[in-house]
């Protein structure tokens, strides 16, 4: 953010990230031409649920810095027609220059952003079936796996691929075994996060519970 004022950020929510989200708004950067993108968002889900991404994104970080507004681009949980709104989510990345740094999360079952293991990956930002894992996962979030959205839009392989750097955060022994697998030598789309090692910029950071398997 100092070393490159203008950067395209992708940004994500969930718990890994709150302490980020803290240090950054404690250091007052200037955020008034930095561009942010989110990963991914619960589908269907209100901007006023407050588990949405777009509650937790502005909540917990964007309104407690000097990002404009009109620099924020969140996938819209609320819109009717989510395939075009991933569509015209690929296009703004791509007319915003695409993405200098896209920061990461990682679910228990190697999700990142919410590109769930499958047998074939999707490219581009696009509407997907939450897996049954993920959905037991954030229950703790919604209060309960009824409440929990079945599906998500979510920025794509490519879309994430397409970062000038990648920076993959892992907090705790449940994401332990996900973040092994980055590191066996073996790539799989039975864990999307071993793809990473694919892209010629990755940095993790892991506390000593999530990196305990390596
Ligand atoms: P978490 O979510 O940071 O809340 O653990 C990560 C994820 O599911 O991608």
Known sequence: ITGKPDSVLAL???ATPIGMYMELIKKKLDFSRITVFNL??????????NQSNYYLLNDGFLSKTNIKRENVYILDGETQQPDEECKGFD???SLAGGIDLIILGIGVNGHIAFNEPAEKLTLDTHLCDLTARTIEE???YFGSDETVPHKSMTMGMGTIFAA?????????????????QIFSGEITTSNP??????????TIIADKEAASKI
Do not use: F
Request: avoid cysteine; aromatic fraction near 4%.
């Open 40 to 49: 991914g968002e619960y589908y269907p889900i209100s901007k006023k649920n």
């Open 91 to 93: 296009e703004k990345i």
């Open 138 to 140: 954030h229950a703790k």
């Open 12 to 14: 994500p929510t969930g």
């Open 193 to 202: 996060a071993t793809l990473l090692n694919l892209h010629h910029d990755v």
């Open 164 to 180: 000038k750097r990648i920076l993959l955060l892992a907090n705790g022994l449940n994401k332990a075994d996900a973040v092994a």
